[in-house]
T-cell receptor, first 112, second 115 residues
Framework: QKEVEQNSGPLSVPEGAIASLNCTYS??????FFWYRQYSGKSPELIMS????GDKEDGRFTAQLNKASQYVSLLIRDSQPSDSATYLC????????????FGKGTSLLVTP | GAVVSQHPSWVICKSGTSVKIECRSL??????MFWYRQFPKQSLMLMAT?????????EQGVEKDKFLINHASLTLSTLTVTSAHPEDSSFYIC???????????FGPGTRLTVT
């Protein structure tokens, strides 16, 4: 079982719709979770971090965490073509300082 | 805040030569820096973790004698690819932590092509 799993996509949504990206992780004691956005040919950019069960909102982005079910999701409201990118889910490694385990990413395509 | 720079942004070198890539945290002190490699259409692969003033911790399968990492200060880490070969051609990205809450901030990456 991979440590962090994401559907590779592509996930295609029309402009203005809500994009829902999901991630599951295997280590049930994980405490820190992150979403990064990566445009083609560029490095990842931190979107959000979440540490507690429930929802965390930042502008058009909402991260949701359910530790009992070991999943974390990212909702993008009012999706724009500029949101088209690969979204990486990352989970802090246990007993490893600041190191993160990354999923393979979900490709999102927002169509005009 | 939390800006990380990398230099060079791209480099082409001949097989057998060495290449040094610099990673700097510009507006914070990075207690830990990370080096990743990413091949086309694949995810990030962590190569090593470095803490200022101590030896880097390499991931399994990464040759420490080939990928030399130095973290001499709280704002600078370097990765040297020694005796580069075409299979080392990749996108190398550094990241840094030190602000708070385990967040990592990535540099813009260095695209290495070995001919």
């Amino acid at each position: 079982q991979k440590e962090v799993e994401q559907n590779s996509g592509p996930l295609s949504v029309p402009e203005g719709a809500i994009a829902s990206l999901n991630c599951t992780y295997s280590d049930r004691v994980s405490q820190s979770f992150f979403w990064y956005r990566q445009y083609s040919g560029k490095s990842p950019e931190l979107i959000m971090s979440i540490y507690s069960n429930g929802d965390k909102e930042d502008g058009r982005f909402t991260a949701q965490l359910n530790k009992a079910s070991q999943y974390v999701s990212l909702l993008i409201r009012d999706s724009q073509p500029s949101d088209s990118a690969t979204y990486l889910c990352a989970v802090k490694r246990r007993n490893s300082g600041y190191a993160l385990n990354f999923g393979k990413g979900t490709s999102l395509l927002v169509t005009p | 805040g939390a800006v990380v720079s990398q230099h060079p942004s791209w480099v082409i070198c001949k097989s057998g030569t060495s290449v040094k890539i610099e990673c700097r945290s510009l507006d914070f002190q990075a207690t830990t820096m990370f080096w990743y490699r990413q091949f086309p259409k694949q995810s990030l692969m962590l190569m090593a973790t470095s803490n200022e003033g101590s030896k880097a911790t390499y991931e399994q399968g990464v040759e420490k004698d080939k990928f030399l990492i130095n973290h001499a200060s709280l704002t600078l880490s370097t990765l040297t690819v020694t005796s580069a070969h075409p299979e080392d051609s990749s996108f190398y990205i550094c990241s840094a932590s030190g602000t708070s809450a385990f967040e990592q901030y990535f540099g813009p990456g260095t695209r290495l092509t070995v001919t």
